[in-house]
């Protein structure tokens, strides 16, 4: 039994006198209660947790949540065994037993990464079937070719667990525990009205689980979630759901959740396992966030490449450091916050990489004074490092910003964190047919006006405003929608959530400035990403 | 799935309905039917509006207290503009309104 290299000696939110054992690809581990799976691994100082598809490239944990795209996971055995699982979103439970997936014999010594050498042969969209020739050695071929679709496997026994399905109205239904969430769901609750809150997370308070440094009322915001949460159960009318994912909206206001009962305590035979949630409500208010966007240069898919906001999440929710040294590279103000937590935690920054020429403020400046070097006009262009990251190559920006010039400068360090700014997550607005339209000031897509038929509002990070103190007040009053009042409707009116107002907000470290639109395309136009 | 306000029993979930296709389709009377030729044939038979907007369609409340009625549905939408009872006319929806109804 390893013990937890990368764990910090303080704080994150989980529960240090829990101990929990764990196994990956049959190696014992040790977690605490609170923490992903992802968080476990890292803790371990584990990197190389996949493989790519087609490539077999190494692949590790990019993220802290539900966006995580690489690192997946073969999930428990026999008939409960499940493929594609994200490391990031599984709960660690004693006795969970996990597995990498698409290697062969070893994770770390792996036969089909031998495409990778051969990637020049056999290009995305290379039709398999060329070895049909001659025809009677695809017999031969066929197995390997048959053998190397698909990531993980799927059970072949009886699915023994039993999931149940409930019908439900409501007045408010909030999607996403968030600050915005948290602030619309108590406005709302204190009209009387009938509440549900879900989200996805075992814990609510959305990115204010990983906040070190905001306030609310002058109080860490932590502080404020937990006396929310308190506020939100005494009340009668709502009920909170965690671990609970929208994942479809269909007509006339209707919603399609599901529950993850038992998923976090492992098998549970007596008990369903997950629950189908169908709820109509009168109103649907999308509190869902953001989603923070990588940049790119070469190789960036190497374990040890992960977003800032992850690398945040890693080290103030968790209590892990995703790596010693830790380069970061971004071209808006969200890593320099990062950077403050990290030099706060021990974890040596040996450089905050801009991609703007110019770098001012309060925050820049904090950085400077931990004896960060901030490398304004700068991009990544490749890290080294087959199995993780070794180093990173740094040059600077032309004065158009159109390529790079001048010789590159190494940096060591096992973690690249890149930070492209945020984009709004507005999967449920478009399920209803309603547009997405751009702006130009966070340089992402918003939601449009909502189709005549549904009754919803998008706020908070999911409508773009990436300000704290801003996401609270549209929590606390959204804005009127537009009436589809040709909808059959029954029943009484709309609650009404104006009458709560944000009484006095003040944060102080403001969020995300709005990124610097050029640059976004810049990093494009230098480095390119890898399948 | 839809909320149908059924003119007898209220509001009630799409499950609990049927559908019974387009409304408003005038059938051929016995005399007609003799002298049909089999291009009106077909077409009482087979060809339906279809439209992009409201369309009048009957609904059965299977489910409960299992009688027809007709409803007025926005096909884009799918709002539900007006739900009536069998044997009244066809609702007039002011078009302006409608048009408003459409996105595009």
Not at chain 1, 9 to 28: A, E, H, L, M, Y
Not at chain 1, 240 to 268: C, I, K
Request: hydrophobic share 35%; with cysteine.
């Amino acid at each position: 039994m390893s013990a937890q290299t990368n764990r910090l000696n303080t704080g994150g939110r989980i529960d240090r006198s829990r101990v929990v054992n764990f196994t990956f690809d049959g190696k014992s581990y040790t977690g605490f209660a609170g923490d992903t799976l992802a968080s476990a691994l890292l803790a371990n100082g584990v990197r190389l947790v996949g493989r790519s598809f087609k490539y077999h490239r190494p692949r590790g944990i990019v993220t802290a949540g539900a966006e995580e795209p690489n690192a997946l996971i073969q999930l428990g055995t026999g008939a409960r065994t499940e493929p594609n699982t994200r490391a990031t979103q599984i709960e660690l439970y004693d006795g969970l037993i996990s597995e990498s997936q698409n290697r062969w014999p070893s994770l770390t010594f792996d036969i089909g990464a031998f495409n990778g050498i051969i990637h020049r042969f056999i290009p995305a969209g290379f039709y398999y079937k060329t070895f049909m020739w001659p025809a009677k050695a695809w017999l031969f071929y066929e197995k390997f070719i048959r053998r190397a679709a698909g990531l993980g496997k799927g059970s072949t026994e009886v699915d023994p667990d039993r999931y149940d399905k409930l019908y439900h109205t409501c007045d408010v239904l909030v999607i996403g525990a968030g600050p915005a969430g948290l602030a619309a769901a108590l406005a709302a609750g204190r009209t009387g009205a009938r509440v549900m809150l879900a989200d996805e997370q075992s814990e609510l308070g959305g990115s204010l689980l990983s906040e070190s440094t905001a306030t609310v009322n002058s109080q860490p915001a932590s502080n404020w979630v937990n006396d929310a949460l308190r506020e939100l159960a005494a009340l009668h009318e709502v009920k909170l759901l965690p671990r609970t994912t929208a994942f479809a909206y269909y007509d006339h206001n209707s919603m399609s959740l599901v529950e993850r009962l038992t998923d976090h305590v492992g098998p549970t035979p007596n008990q369903p396992r997950q629950r189908l949630w169908r709820i109509r409500a009168k109103k649907i208010i999308l509190a869902t966030g953001s989603i923070e966007r990588p940049l790119v240069y070469l190789d960036n898919d190497r374990p040890g490449c992960m977003l800032v906001s992850a690398v945040r999440a890693y080290v103030n929710r968790y209590g892990v450091m995703p790596g010693r040294r830790i380069v970061l590279m971004t071209n808006n103000d969200t890593a320099y916050r990062t950077a403050l937590d990290l030099a706060n935690a021990g974890v040596t920054v040996p450089a905050i990489v801009d991609l703007r020429a110019e770098v001012t403020g309060p925050l820049a400046k904090a950085v400077r004074e931990k004896g960060i070097e901030i490398l304004a006009g700068h991009a990544i262009t490749k890290v080294h490092g087959e199995q993780g990251v070794k180093d990173v190559e740094v040059a600077r920006l032309s004065a158009d910003g159109k390529s790079v010039t001048g010789s590159t400068r190494h940096i060591s360090c096992d973690c690249v964190a890149t930070s492209g700014g945020w984009q709004p997550t507005v999967h449920l607005h478009s399920q209803t047919r309603s547009k997405v339209k751009w702006n130009e000031a966070i340089d992402a897509f918003v939601p449009g006006d909502t189709i005549p038929g549904q009754n919803f509002v998008s706020i908070g990070g999911a409508h773009g405003v990436f300000d704290l103190a801003a996401c609270l007040t549209e929590g606390y009053a959204p804005k009127r929608h537009r009436k589809s009042s040709r909808c059959v409707r029954s029943g009484s009116s709309r609650p009404r959530s104006r009458s709560v107002r944000a009484a006095s907000i003040s944060l102080t470290i403001r969020t995300t400035s709005p990124p610097a639109t050029s640059c976004w395309r810049i990093a494009k136009a230098i480095a390119r990403s890898n399948i | 799935m839809f909320v149908i306000n059924c003119p007898y029993c209220g509001p009630r979930d799409e499950h609990e309905f049927g559908y019974g296709h387009e409304a408003h389709i005038a059938r051929p009377t016995l005399e007609q039917q003799g002298t049909m030729t089999d291009a009106e044939w077909a077409n009482y038979l087979f060809l339906r509006t279809n439209p992009k907007g409201v369309h009048f369609e009957r609904w059965v409340h299977t489910k409960g207290c299992r009688r027809w009625f007709n409803v007025a549905r926005h096909t884009v939408t799918h709002e539900i503009l007006k739900v009536y009872k069998m044997g009244e006319p066809k609702p007039d929806l002011a078009p302006s309104a409608l048009a408003e109804n459409n996105p595009r």
